[in-house]
């Protein structure tokens, strides 16, 4: 079994709301020096389906991949940028109950809204977590924004999981991916379940000390572990040592494809014990999923 805690595969909005779909290729510039870091090695026949926007295709790429199962995150950020219908990301679920388990997206910028949605969606589609990325509202906030509050208490309320997107990729201002005030909500809120995507890269260290002291904190490193960034070292140590009940692997598609996703995750160096909880056992315990 292998689950994968992260994608937003080219369906519905994805493609017509989301800026997601077509997307750019590392073979697509031709100056080698214009390739931003996040397309470095995006290109082979896993990730077509990303390069024209096609879902069929990205369906026989999950099936060739050998991944069971798939957490389809939403988006819901400022206006301009990728924004997709929550109805559109939790529609996967409901076709395709065993491949998708979709987190939609709040709006940070309106708590009062997000909670509302989050109620709507769970009535409708009982989801399993949101997905928020705090550092791309407007204005942009951190995570430990005292208007976000609410958002917390309710999906503390409904036992639902909140998914940050954190890192340098994750908004204009570093400052709002530091993990001190991930430590500072965390704690306040130390009976809710919180993952991160992308490991609050750069600050790996600071992330993994936090992490160290919160229970509550999973994380998925996706494209900064995958492609072996910098201080990918930092990861691998702690998850062969503490994070290893709290890390999952996720694909983070559409920046890589599945297959080159997982293989690369595969070769890294963890612990013979590591493999059988980072592919599937923490996934499926924090989902409540019936896998042993």
């Known amino acids: 079994m292998i689950i994968d805690?992260?994608?937003?595969?080219?369906?519905?909005?994805?493609?017509?709301?989301?800026?997601?779909f077509p997307r750019p290729m590392e073979d697509c510039f031709d100056n080698p020096m214009d390739v931003p870091a996040i397309y470095l090695g995006s290109k082979g026949t896993d990730i077509e389906s990303a390069r024209v926007g096609d879902f069929d295709l990205y369906m026989k790429e999950l099936s060739d991949?050998?991944?069971?199962?798939?957490?389809?995150?939403?988006?819901?950020?400022?206006?301009?940028?990728?924004?997709?219908?929550?109805?559109?990301?939790?529609?996967?679920?409901?076709?395709?109950?065993?491949?998708?388990?979709?987190?939609?997206?709040?709006?940070?910028?309106d708590p009062l809204g997000a909670v509302k949605e989050i109620q709507r969606c769970y009535d409708k589609y009982k989801i399993?977590?949101?997905?928020?990325?705090?550092?791309?509202?407007?204005?942009?906030?951190?995570?430990?924004?005292?208007?976000?509050?609410?958002?917390?208490?309710k999906c503390r309320e409904l036992g639902l999981i909140v998914s940050f997107t954190l890192?340098?990729?994750?908004?204009?201002?570093?400052?709002c991916c530091h993990p001190l005030d991930l430590q500072l909500m965390a704690k306040r809120y130390n009976d809710l379940t919180i993952t991160v995507s992308?490991?609050?890269?750069?600050?790996?260290a600071e992330f993994l000390a936090v992490s160290m002291t919160c229970n509550n904190i999973y994380f998925y490193p996706d494209f900064f572990l995958n492609t072996r960034m910098p201080m990918t070292?930092?990861?691998?140590?702690?998850?062969?040592?503490?994070?290893?009940y709290r890390t999952m692997f996720a694909s983070s598609y559409p920046v890589r494809g599945l297959s080159e996703s997982l293989n690369r995750f595969k070769s890294l160096p963890f612990d013979d014990d590591v493999w059988q909880y980072v592919l599937y056992k923490n996934a499926a315990r924090i989902l409540k999923l019936d896998i042993k």
Not at 11 to 20: Q, V
Not at 135 to 152: C, E, F, K, Q, R
Not at 198 to 204: A, D, F, K, R, T
Request: hydrophobic share 40%; glycine share 6%; net charge negative.
């Open 5 to 20: 805690f992260r994608t937003r595969p080219p369906f519905k909005g994805f493609i017509t709301e989301g800026n997601f």
């Open 65 to 109: 991949s050998k991944i069971d199962l798939q957490v389809v995150h939403g988006r819901m950020v400022r206006e301009g940028m990728a924004r997709v219908n929550n109805d559109d990301v939790c529609q996967l679920s409901v076709l395709y109950p065993d491949k998708f388990i979709s987190f939609p997206a709040v709006d940070p910028a």
């Open 128 to 153: 399993k977590g949101i997905a928020l990325e705090p550092g791309w509202a407007y204005p942009s906030m951190t995570v430990n924004d005292p208007s976000l509050y609410p958002i917390y208490d």
């Open 167 to 175: 890192s340098a990729l994750a908004g204009e201002d570093l400052r």
């Open 198 to 204: 992308h490991g609050c890269w750069p600050y790996v």
């Open 233 to 244: 070292d930092d990861f691998i140590v702690a998850i062969n040592s503490y994070m290893k």
